[in-house]
């Protein structure tokens, strides 16, 4: 049986071969992320039999690798760092370069035999894809509702008063207009009552005469144009991070149409399609766990673990990720 260690980096990798007494089969050999670089990796490896590729998962460079390796019909192991780096520490390895690193990887292979990682299936890569473009786009969402409020409070600090929440749809229409108190001034109560939101609301005349009398009497003081361009940008920040959320809460819910575990878990009352999405892009196939209390190893999981503040995770065990509680204000079903 041979093992073989690869140390992942962003643009050239390093392989080491050894056997299962550790002894070197191939000394540590860099080669690039590219055609011919996995060329000259597979030229390294020889014949699949009996062979056992082991790699740690670093960030996302690891993805391409490990696709092509389990195209050509390779095993390969998806290693958790932090069982690696322990391995270095208990084997007196202070010097930390490529070279060490594949070749400690390649024994750490030879003695513990991890098992083979399975590749998620496609659908199951599309979700986790698509759940992580959502999360982002839920912090930006955020990060733009935060900055909106610095903005009205310096220059309209009574409007939450009335529209209490700067993540809506209605505030966000209202700010686009009338970015401070002072764009209120002399503003026609039946114009702005008329203001439409969401397509089909408008604000109404008693929300308006609210609005128009406290910023009559406001106390901000700021309502230069670096403010007003700011909020009209967050503002329409705000409406295409809607629509793109609304958009990703459609593709999410189609991809689920095509996946049986998702359909399983949309059939359960009080789990919606994003939660369905969250815990498939976490815990990956239910049928795969080693045993009910236990869900297989995911990248996310490994990366996780990783940090310092998980150094006592179990090995390859996720996490509760806090995503799965994460509850959107941007009007977006959970």
């Not at 062979?51 to 460079?61: K, R, S």
């Amino acid at each position: 049986m041979r093992f073989a260690g690869v140390d992942i980096a962003s643009e050239t990798h390093v392989i080491a071969l050894v056997d299962e007494g550790g002894a070197v089969l191939v000394k540590p050999t860099a080669f690039t992320e590219d055609a011919a670089g996995y060329g000259k990796l597979f030229e390294q490896l020889g014949a699949r039999a009996a062979l056992l590729v082991a790699m740690e998962a670093t960030g996302h460079y690891w993805k391409n690798l490990f696709a092509a390796l389990a195209a050509r019909g390779f095993s390969v192991a998806l290693l958790n760092p932090v069982r690696t780096h322990r391995f270095a520490e208990e084997d007196l390895q202070r010097t930390k370069t490529d070279a060490i690193d594949a070749l400690g990887i390649a024994r750490f292979a030879a003695q513990k035999r991890p098992p083979a990682t399975r590749l998620p299936d496609p659908a199951t890569e599309e979700l986790r894809e698509l759940v992580r473009l959502r999360e982002r786009l839920l912090q930006d969402f955020g990060d733009r509702v935060r900055q909106l409020h610095r903005l009205v409070d310096l220059g309209f600090p009574e409007f939450t008063r009335y529209v209490k929440g700067l993540d809506s749809e209605l505030a966000s229409a209202i700010l686009h207009d009338y970015p401070t108190a002072a764009a209120f001034r002399g503003v026609s109560a039946k114009r702005l009552a008329g203001l439409r939101y969401d397509g089909r609301h408008q604000v109404g005349a008693e929300l308006a005469g609210l609005l128009i009398e406290a910023a009559k009497h406001s106390v901000g003081h700021h309502h230069g144009e670096a403010y007003r361009v700011q909020v009209r940008y967050a503002c329409e920040d705000l409406d295409i991070l809607r629509r793109r959320l609304r958009q990703l809460n459609r593709d999410i819910e189609g991809t689920l149409g095509a996946h049986e575990v998702g359909m399983l878990l949309t059939s359960i009352e009080g789990i919606g399609p994003n939660t369905a999405a969250r815990l498939i892009a976490e815990l990956g196939n239910p049928a795969e766990f080693r045993t009910p209390a236990h869900s297989p190893p995911t990248s996310a999981s490994c990366q996780r673990s990783a940090s310092p503040a998980n150094a006592r995770t179990p090995a390859l065990q996720p996490r509760p990720s806090a995503t799965l509680a994460c509850v959107p204000r941007c009007g977006c079903p959970p």
